[in-house]
């Protein structure tokens, strides 16, 4: 299999947005190509807490939860899940100012996106150890 572009956003925690402190929360990923569209979501609540101990991390949840069933799309995805692969992702990475926002848009290359979404949610995310994996 020959490598394809994709592109990605990282999801951040931001929950006080006047002071523009954030947590990466989530990376989603689209390669075009070859049809793909994923999320992964790490959700740290201390670090969430330690910027905002009012944090509405429950909240913080919630949203991730609702990212990623538009990515999967399906029924219970809403109308935003029902939209092509393509459309979905300029949605979720649509610039908001909200608790849940998404980060610059970057490109890479590869065979596998599933595998690549896994090294880049490692790699800003860290690792599943002592985050709640959503």
Not at 65 to 78: I, M, Q, Y
Request: hydrophobic share 40%.
């Amino acid at each position: 299999m020959s490598v394809q572009p994709y592109e990605y956003s990282v999801l951040r925690a931001v929950p006080r947005v006047e002071r523009g402190e954030f947590v990466n929360v989530g990376v989603v990923l689209y390669c075009q190509q070859l049809d793909f569209l994923g999320c992964t979501t790490r959700l740290d609540s201390a670090r969430v807490l330690a910027l905002d101990p009012d944090a509405d991390v429950e909240g913080i949840e919630a949203l991730l939860g609702a990212v990623s069933k538009v990515c999967c799309g399906g029924p219970e995805s809403g109308p935003a899940g029902q939209d092509a692969l393509g459309r979905r992702f300029r949605w979720l990475i649509a610039p908001r100012s909200t608790v849940v926002q998404p980060g610059p848009v970057h490109t890479g290359l590869t065979a596998d996106p599933a595998a690549a979404l896994e090294r880049l949610a490692d790699a800003v995310l860290g690792s599943p150890t002592g985050a709640s994996r959503i």
